[in-house]
C-alpha cells in the first residue's frame, strides 16, 4: 500500500463541506497519507464551478449540507449525467447517516466509496486506495474507450461479465453503456437483463428501459419502468427516463408529472428544473413553467449545464406581461452568456430572437418585421433547428396577434411544419409555441397528416415488393421538406431490402448525404438529453464522454423521436 500511497503525492483533491471543523479534518486526514494538492469549498455551488472549471483526482463530498436544498448526491448526480467527472477521480461521499437505502442509492451513482462519520484517516485512505485499485483493474477497457475502439471495449466488458471476473458488475454497466453508444441495442439490453437476473440491481432495470426506448418501443419502456419505481421509488434517473418515454409516446400530461416528482426529489438539479419548465411551459401550466425556469437561472446560470433557451422563454414571457425590466434581465443574461462563448452560432441566434422581442415591445414594426423575415430566410438552412423553428414560430405569433400583417408567413409555417413535425410529441411542441393563432396551429397539424400520408404511401410500395419505388419516394418527398422521418425511413428501407434494390448504391449514397447535411440521425432523442453527447440518466460516466460539456444545441431540439 505504501507504494500507491507515495503515488498520492502527486494528486489533486478536493474537499466540499459546508462545516469548517469537519472540513478542516478531512484535509489534515488528506495530507496525512500525502496528498499534494488539497482544495476547500464550503458550498456546492462553489463545488460544481470548480469542477467544471478544473480536473481532481479525488473529491470528498460531505452528502448534506445546511441551508442548502442540494446535497452530495444531486451534486455526483449532475455531475455524472453530464460527464464532468473524469475516469480518474475518485468521488468519495461522506455522510452520518449509516442506513442501507442511503448507501445503496450513493452505490447506483457510480460512486467509488462512501464513508461514515467518525471515520479515522486510515479507513479514508483505505476506500481511496481501493477505488483507485478498481480502475486500475479496468484499465485495458478504458484504455480501449480512450481510443475510441468501443466494440473491442464492450466485448472486454461482456468478457468479464461472462467469466465474473473482478469487477464483473461495474464492467456489465460499462459494457451495456457502449453498447448503446454504438448501437448495439438488443446486445445492451440482453446484458442489462443479465445482470438483473444474476443480481437485481436498479441500474440494470433502467438499463433495460433505455435500451427499449433507443429501439423505438416506448411504451414497453414505460413498463418495464413502472416495476422498478414501484419496487425504487426514490430513484431518481429512472423518472428522467420514464418522462422521456411519455413524452415520445405523446403523453405530455404523464410526462410533466413524471418531470415534477423528479425535481421534487432533486430540487436543485438545474438540468431536471430546466426539462420539468420547459414541459410546463409548451404543455401544462406556463406560470409553474416560468417559476421553474427562473429558479433554473437563479442557480445555474454560470453552470454549463444551464441552457439558454430557458431565457428565451423568460423573454417572450416578459414581453406577453409588458415586463420591460423582466425582458431587458433576460436579454442583458443572454449577452452574459454570449460574451463567454463569442463563437457560439446557436446564442448568436438565441439574440436575434431576443432582438426581435426588443423591436416589438418598443412597438419598432419595420424593425420586428425585418427581423423576422430575416431568420425566417433561414428555415431552409441545415443549423436551422427544431428550436429555431419554435422561436421563429412563437415570434410570427407574437407579430400576428399584434395586428402586424404578414403577407409571406403562412408558407413560412407550412415549411417548418414539413420539416420538423417527424413524431406526434414534436407536432405538438410546435402548435404550443404558436398559442393564440389557430390557424398556425392547424397547419402544423396539417403539415403533420402530409408526412404521415407521405410515409404510409412508401412503406405501402414496400409492402407490395417495390422498394426501391418506395425509397425514392421518401428521398423526393424528404430532398423537398427535409423532414428527418423521411430521410430516415428511406435509410431503414435500404437497409431492410439490402441486396434486393437494383439501385441501391446510388439511393443510400443520395440518403446519406441527406443525413449527414440535416443531423436527421440526432432526432431520436429524449426530452432535455443531448443525443451528440452521449450521456442519459441512468448511464455510468465513461472517459470518452468526459469534456467540459458544450451549452446544450436546445432542450427543444431534443425532444423528438422517429414514429408518430
Not at 500500500?1 to 503515488?7: H, L, N, Q
Not at 467509488?112 to 483493474?137: C, F, G, N, W
Not at 417548418?416 to 389557430?438: D, I, N, W, Y
Amino acid at each position: 500500500m505504501s507504494a500507491t500511497v507515495s503515488d498520492l503525492q502527486s494528486t489533486r483533491a478536493l474537499v466540499v463541506d459546508g462545516n469548517p471543523r469537519s472540513r478542516s479534518i478531512l484535509v489534515s486526514q488528506l495530507k496525512e497519507f500525502g496528498v499534494g494538492t488539497i482544495v476547500q469549498c464550503p458550498k456546492l455551488a462553489d463545488a460544481r464551478q470548480r469542477l467544471e472549471m478544473a480536473n481532481f483526482d479525488i473529491v470528498i463530498c460531505e452528502q448534506y449540507f445546511e441551508r442548502e436544498d442540494t446535497t452530495g448526491q444531486e451534486l455526483l448526480d449532475d455531475l455524472r449525467r453530464n460527464h464532468l467527472l473524469p475516469y480518474f477521480t475518485v468521488f468519495v461521499m461522506v455522510t452520518s447517516e449509516a442506513t442501507y437505502a442511503k448507501v445503496a442509492e450513493a452505490a447506483e451513482s457510480a460512486l467509488d466509496a462512501y464513508v461514515l462519520k467518525p471515520h479515522t484517516a486510515q479507513t479514508l485512505s483505505a476506500r481511496i486506495l481501493q477505488a483507485r485499485e478498481r480502475k486500475e483493474s479496468l484499465k485495458a477497457i478504458f484504455s480501449s474507450i480512450e481510443c475510441e475502439q468501443y466494440a473491442e471495449a464492450a466485448a472486454l466488458c461482456q468478457q468479464r461479465f461472462n467469466e465474473r471476473g473482478e469487477y464483473w458488475l461495474y464492467a456489465a454497466r460499462i459494457g451495456a453503456e457502449l453498447m448503446l453508444r454504438i448501437g448495439q441495442l438488443t446486445e445492451a439490453q440482453q446484458l442489462y437483463e443479465a445482470v438483473v437476473q444474476a443480481n437485481t440491481l436498479p441500474w440494470a432495470k433502467l438499463g433495460v428501459a433505455r435500451a427499449q426506448l433507443e429501439q423505438g418501443y416506448p411504451a414497453r419502456a414505460t413498463t418495464t419502468l413502472q416495476s422498478l419505481i414501484e419496487t425504487e421509488p426514490g430513484y431518481s434517473d429512472a423518472y428522467d427516463v420514464m418522462g422521456r418515454a411519455q413524452f415520445e409516446l405523446g403523453n405530455f400530461q404523464n410526462a410533466l408529472a413524471t418531470f415534477k416528482m423528479s425535481t421534487k426529489l432533486t430540487p436543485g438539479s438545474v438540468n431536471r428544473l430546466l426539462k420539468h419548465g420547459m414541459m410546463a411551459y409548451y404543455a401544462g401550466d406556463r406560470a409553474e413553467g416560468l417559476e421553474l425556469l427562473d429558479r433554473a437561472t437563479r442557480i445555474g446560470l454560470d453552470s454549463k449545464l444551464f441552457d439558454a433557451q430557458a431565457l428565451v422563454l423568460l423573454a417572450f414571457a416578459r414581453l406577453d406581461n409588458s415586463d420591460q425590466r423582466g425582458l431587458m434581465r433576460a436579454i442583458e443574461q443572454l449577452h452574459h452568456l454570449a460574451g463567454k462563448k463569442p463563437d457560439s452560432a446557436r446564442l448568436q441566434r438565441l439574440i436575434d430572437v431576443a432582438n426581435c422581442l426588443i423591436s416589438i415591445h418598443e412597438y419598432q414594426t419595420a424593425r420586428a418585421l425585418d427581423d423576422m423575415r430575416r431568420l425566417a430566410k433561414t428555415i431552409q438552412d441545415p443549423a436551422f433547428d427544431f428550436e429555431s423553428a419554435s422561436n421563429l414560430l412563437a415570434l410570427m405569433t407574437r407579430l400576428a396577434m399584434r395586428s402586424i400583417q404578414l403577407y409571406e408567413v403562412d408558407a413560412a409555417v407550412d415549411t417548418m411544419g414539413q420539416r420538423f413535425c417527424t413524431s406526434r410529441a414534436l407536432t405538438e411542441l410546435l402548435a404550443c409555441a404558436a398559442t393564440g393563432r389557430p390557424d398556425f396551429i392547424n397547419r402544423i397539424r396539417a403539415a403533420h397528416s402530409d408526412i404521415l400520408k407521405f410515409t404510409e404511401q412508401a412503406m405501402t410500395l414496400s409492402l407490395k415488393g417495390e422498394p426501391q419505388r418506395a425509397v425514392e419516394a421518401l428521398l423526393e418527398h424528404g430532398a423537398t421538406t427535409l423532414n428527418a422521418k423521411l430521410i430516415e425511413s428511406a435509410h431503414l428501407v435500404l437497409h431492410r431490402y439490402a441486396g434486393r434494390v437494383p439501385d441501391e448504391a446510388v439511393l443510400k449514397a443520395r440518403a446519406q448525404a441527406l443525413r449527414e447535411t440535416y443531423r436527421t440521425t440526432e432526432i431520436h432523442a429524449g426530452l432535455g438529453e443531448q443525443a451528440h453527447t452521449g450521456h442519459a440518466a441512468g448511464g455510468v460516466s465513461l472517459p470518452s464522454g468526459y469534456r467540459p460539456p458544450q451549452n446544450s444545441e436546445g432542450l427543444l431540439a431534443k425532444m423528438g423521436a422517429v414514429g408518430a
